[in-house]
T-cell receptor, first 117, second 113 residues
């Protein structure tokens, strides 16, 4: 039972470098999302998707890109890493019967800890 | 816009009760509650849907006041295992044809013997 798989678990980048955080789920969930977690700030939504070919911005989208070409995968791209993007990133997925609402629990990946120097 | 949680932190002795509150300025479709232990991913506790349906944990209850856009999580007869940070998540219409789930800043709960 893989659930939501994130890679890598740890990454160190230099300012200005780009990278992609991978997220894959095997539960056939339409809804997928990326959050970042910083001390005292809770979980903040970066981008989300309600199905293949559909993405939308969350609360803190600047500096990140996403695409959703398949139901299973939802990669998060950092275009030009900045120290302010040092954070723990969580990918999460959920069932959405209508591609609009979220009526089930969010299943979270284990997280990816990113440090930008 | 993040929902607002209160209190920010609470310390309980085993067996005591606690209430965590969550409020939003937006019209909500659903409210989610999660618990996160240090260094781990959040774990689902409960979801409350507009219209009254609830799904979730046997020993934890919650309420959802749709008119006030408020929810409360009730932890009764607390156990050491209840320690962690509790997050409420609120699903509201994004204006772009779908709902987005945003989380509050969390409530740190510590249960001591």
């Amino acid at each position: 039972n893989a659930g939501v798989t994130q890679t890598p678990k740890f990454q160190v980048l230099k300012t200005g470098q780009s990278m992609t955080l991978q997220c894959a789920q095997d539960m056939n969930h339409e809804y997928m999302s990326w959050y970042r977690q910083d001390p005292g700030m809770g979980l903040r939504l970066i981008h989300y998707s309600v199905g293949a070919g559909i993405t939308d911005q969350g609360e803190v989208p600047n500096g990140y890109n996403v695409s959703r070409s398949t139901t299973e995968d939802f990669p998060l791209r950092l275009l030009s890493a900045a120290p302010s993007q040092t954070s723990v990133y969580f990918c999460a997925s959920s069932y959405s019967w209508d591609r609009v609402t979220i009526t089930g629990e969010l299943f979270f990946g284990e997280g990816s800890r990113l440090t930008v120097l | 816009q993040q929902p607002v949680q209160s209190p920010q932190a609470v310390i309980l002795r085993e067996g005591e009760d606690a209430v965590i509150n969550c409020s939003s300025s937006k019209a909500l479709y659903s409210v989610h509650w999660y618990r996160q232990k240090h260094g781990e991913a959040p774990v689902f506790l409960m979801i409350l849907l507009k219209g009254g349906e609830q799904k979730g944990h046997e020993k934890i209850s919650a309420s959802f006041n749709e008119k006030k856009q408020q929810s409360s999580l009730y932890l009764t007869a607390s156990q050491l295992s209840y320690s962690g940070t509790y997050f409420c998540g609120t699903a509201a219409y994004s204006g772009a044809g779908s709902y987005q789930l945003t989380f509050g800043k969390g409530t740190k709960l510590s249960v001591i013997p």
